[in-house]
């Protein structure tokens, strides 16, 4: 049973799930022989932003700017918000009070709301099936508990894709982080999950305390409890149909690893999957979770620790996931996307710093059996990349990827000229 992204989602944090028996079942869920050696004959070549040439087996790719002089960027959300068949931006930037999208092919800026403070997370969903998604928007965020009002609104057009949308709040829970639209029930019916960064009893360094899970069934939109079993610092979701049977789960990445939850028979179930980072804590566990392809194979990508300086790359050997930093080089690592660039059956991993070089990264699998990668530097020092999305922007069949920077105030498209 192979595990299929969620295309509902914000697809700068691809989101994932799992099933709910025990940590050995749900590896040997996924595990699939190796792919053959013709897939991995893969040779690293480096990629420079704007640059049109490449070696014919690495994919190369072209910077467009699609916007500067931002404040504060923190991610962007791919998505169709006029019903013309095109994937359009939105930019959340934390510095503004107001959330604006930019119109495919053009890239003109739109506003979709104004007088809002300190957004930090969007989820988008066809909610009323008109064709054009509603928007799930965290805003009034802040990294301490009592000064985070974690202000939750749904966002509707009213007619006019391009006019001002309206906004309807539906809950505050101080230090609401990020938001996911998951099909838990496999129906296409998808609820709105909600986790909090932080609980309401931690304070830094430490951060210690359980930080609650709550989802919202839509019409209703009324917070309900899914657990809180989280501890620490809660950074990354990914939702992902996990045993081929349409049901979307999550996985969570926290001070304590990487767990999965399913709801099944009304219930939800918890597993860990990963430990993360072995430092003690509060420098344990994983900041960002992606689910990644090599050819039949699976694999898990994290940042580790939070806001952490390793890309970190889980595979299975005999039913366990096994952990490999590909890179410990990173400053302040703050997203992860993965996608097959070059059209090998092979998914590439994305990587954004936000400090240090300021840089996006693109690392490829060169030898399988010693699980060797190679980092590929898809911009040098011009991204200062707090969230990426992987999307075909231009309808060429060759995934792009979009990234927002927070210190360099400006969004890119990377064409993908494989």
């Known amino acids: 049973?192979?595990?299929?992204?969620?295309?509902?989602?914000?697809?700068?944090?691809?989101?994932?799930?799992?099933?709910?028996?025990?940590?050995?079942?749900?590896?040997?869920?996924?595990?699939?022989?190796?792919?053959?050696?013709s897939l991995l004959a893969l040779v690293a070549a480096a990629v420079l932003t704007g640059a049109t040439t490449a070696r014919p087996t690495s994919p190369g790719f072209i910077a467009h700017t699609i916007a500067t002089g931002l404040s504060k960027g923190y991610q962007v959300v791919v998505s169709d918000l006029n019903r013309d068949g095109k994937p359009d931006i939105i930019a959340l930037d934390s510095g503004l009070n107001e959330l604006r999208w930019?119109?495919?092919?053009?890239?003109?800026r739109h506003l979709l709301i104004t007088g809002i403070d300190l957004p930090i997370n969007a989820s988008v969903y066809d909610v009323d099936g008109d064709g054009i998604p509603e928007i799930a928007l965290a805003h009034g965020f802040a990294t301490e508990y009592a000064s985070s009002p974690g202000v939750v609104s749904i966002l509707t057009h009213g007619g006019d894709p391009t006019a001002p949308w309206s906004a309807r709040e539906i809950d505050r829970l101080p230090t609401s982080h990020r938001l996911r639209f998951v099909d838990i029930t496999g129906t296409g019916k998808k609820v709105l999950v909600n986790f909090p960064l932080i609980g309401s009893h931690a304070t830094a360094p430490e951060y210690r305390d359980h930080v609650p899970l709550v989802m919202y069934?839509?019409?209703?939109?009324?917070?309900?409890?899914?657990?809180?079993?989280?501890?620490?610092?809660?950074?990354?979701?990914?939702?992902i149909d996990w045993t081929g049977d349409t049901r979307e789960s999550l996985l969570s990445a926290s001070f304590l690893g990487v767990h999965a939850r399913r709801f099944d028979k009304g219930q939800w179930t918890r597993t860990k999957v990963v430990d993360g980072d072995p430092s003690p804590w509060p420098k344990s566990g994983s900041s960002e979770i992606v689910v990644g392809r090599l050819g039949h194979e699976y694999f898990l990508g994290t940042i580790e620790p939070?806001?952490?300086?390793?890309?970190?790359?889980?595979?299975?050997?005999?039913?366990?996931?096994?952990?490999?930093?590909?890179?410990?080089?990173?400053?302040?690592?703050?997203?992860?996307?993965?996608?097959?660039?070059?059209?090998?059956?092979?998914?590439?991993?994305?990587?954004?710093?936000?400090?240090?070089?300021?840089?996006?990264?693109?690392?490829?699998?060169?030898?399988?059996?010693e699980d060797r990668w190679a980092r590929q530097v898809l911009d040098d020092g011009g991204m200062a990349a707090?969230?990426?999305?992987?999307?075909d922007l231009n309808g060429d069949k060759r995934p792009d990827v979009v990234c927002i920077g927070t210190a360099t105030a400006n969004v890119k498209w990377y064409e993908n000229r494989r």
């Not at 079993?229 to 979701?237: A, K, N, S, T």
């Not at 707090?386 to 999307?391: E, H, I, M, Y």
């Open 1 to 37: 049973m192979k595990p299929r992204p969620a295309t509902g989602g914000a697809l700068g944090h691809l989101d994932w799930a799992t099933n709910g028996a025990s940590s050995t079942a749900w590896c040997r869920s996924a595990s699939h022989p190796p792919p053959s050696a």
């Open 102 to 108: 930019y119109e495919n092919p053009g890239w003109t």
């Open 217 to 239: 069934r839509p019409g209703e939109w009324k917070r309900e409890l899914i657990d809180d079993d989280e501890e620490g610092v809660v950074h990354g979701i990914f939702s």
């Open 306 to 369: 939070w806001h952490g300086n390793q890309a970190v790359v889980y595979r299975q050997r005999d039913g366990v996931w096994t952990r490999h930093v590909v890179d410990g080089s990173i400053t302040d690592g703050h997203t992860m996307s993965v996608g097959d660039f070059d059209g090998d059956g092979q998914d590439e991993i994305v990587v954004g710093e936000r400090e240090g070089k300021r840089s996006v990264y693109l690392y490829r699998l060169t030898n399988v059996r």
């Open 386 to 391: 707090a969230g990426c999305a992987v999307a």
